[in-house]
């Protein structure tokens, strides 16, 4: 009968503190780098890193002709959020700042390979300028280093968007759903690499629709880059704080009979 007893009060208190072994937290994070890929005719390795950013395409002539798209690439470190967490939601704000168009879809594709940022800086315009040891250009995730050439020129990245949304006049824009969810828990995990998501208009191919968009650098805060990321964390020694209560709670019975 003791054993009975003690195996139902140890239950009870275990059950009592597991209810309380999650606990949802929310973090904001800022980008800590971001660039823009140009797509420029005969002049392939320009960059922007300090400047902002830019998406969709562009008609510019220049001495080598037209040049055509803009991809904004950013990244973001996760080492605000403990490891083992699960990830409940996340959702990535931007400031779109001037715009040649209407209203077009924007979508936010999965980076297959690590790039940088370095010192290059175009400020408010999408020419970009010639890029420093360091920067991602159309050619080089980072230009200077003959090995890092893209798979693909203009960045290797996930076919399938992890997310989109339709950017019309400036304003505040953001991108959440599953896609952006499941890009976080594997970097988390470490199932997938951490290089972050390229930015770009689904009709990139049409030469008067890109978008400025506020850079890391901004000087007001609330434009740069920010992704807002929910999760979970099992609650540290849950499991042993119940069975203590449960001790507890067999000790005080005992006394009382």
């Given at each position: 009968m003791r054993n009975t007893?003690?195996?139902?009060?140890?239950?009870?208190?275990?059950?009592?503190?597991?209810?309380?072994?999650?606990?949802?937290?929310?973090?904001?994070?800022?980008?800590?780098?971001?660039?823009?890929?140009?797509?420029?005719?005969?002049?392939?390795?320009?960059?922007?890193?300090?400047?902002?950013?830019?998406?969709?395409?562009?008609?510019?002539?220049?001495?080598?002709?037209?040049?055509y798209r803009r991809r904004?690439?950013?990244?973001?470190?996760?080492?605000?959020?403990?490891?083992?967490?699960?990830?409940?939601?996340?959702?990535?704000?931007?400031?779109?700042?001037?715009?040649?168009?209407?209203?077009?879809?924007?979508n936010l594709y999965r980076m297959l390979a690590d790039w940088g940022e370095d010192a290059s800086n175009s400020g408010t315009l999408g020419t970009g300028v010639p890029a420093q040891p360091g920067d991602?250009?159309?050619?080089?995730?980072?230009?200077?280093?003959?090995?890092?050439?893209?798979?693909?020129?203009?960045?290797?990245?996930?076919?399938?968007?992890?997310?989109?949304?339709?950017?019309?006049?400036?304003?505040?824009?953001?991108?959440?759903?599953?896609?952006?969810?499941?890009?976080?828990?594997?970097?988390l995990d470490g199932t997938r690499p951490n290089n972050g998501w390229m930015l770009t208009s689904e009709l990139e191919f049409l030469t008067s629709i890109a978008k400025r968009f506020a850079s890391r650098e901004s000087g007001t805060a609330s434009f740069r880059p920010t992704i807002v990321v929910n999760y979970t964390v099992p609650a540290p020694g849950a499991v042993a704080m119940g069975a203590g209560a449960g001790l507890m709670a067999l000790r005080r019975r005992r006394r009382a009979t």
């Open positions: 007893t003690l195996a139902g009060v140890l239950s009870a208190g275990c059950a009592a503190f597991l209810v309380a072994q999650a606990s949802g937290e929310t973090v904001s994070i800022v980008a800590d780098k971001d660039n823009t890929l140009f797509e420029m005719a005969g002049l392939p390795d320009l960059s922007s890193g300090r400047g902002d950013l830019f998406a969709g395409g562009i008609a510019q002539q220049n001495e080598f002709g037209n040049a904004a690439l950013i990244h973001f470190p996760l080492t605000a959020i403990p490891a083992g967490a699960t990830i409940n939601s996340v959702s990535l704000s931007m400031r779109m700042t001037k715009t040649i168009g209407g209203t077009y879809t924007f991602v250009t159309w050619n080089y995730r980072f230009f200077g280093d003959p090995s890092s050439a893209w798979a693909t020129p203009g960045g290797d990245f996930v076919p399938t968007p992890s997310a989109s949304r339709d950017v019309g006049q400036p304003a505040s824009y953001t991108w959440a759903g599953a896609g952006m969810q499941a890009d976080v828990q594997g970097w």
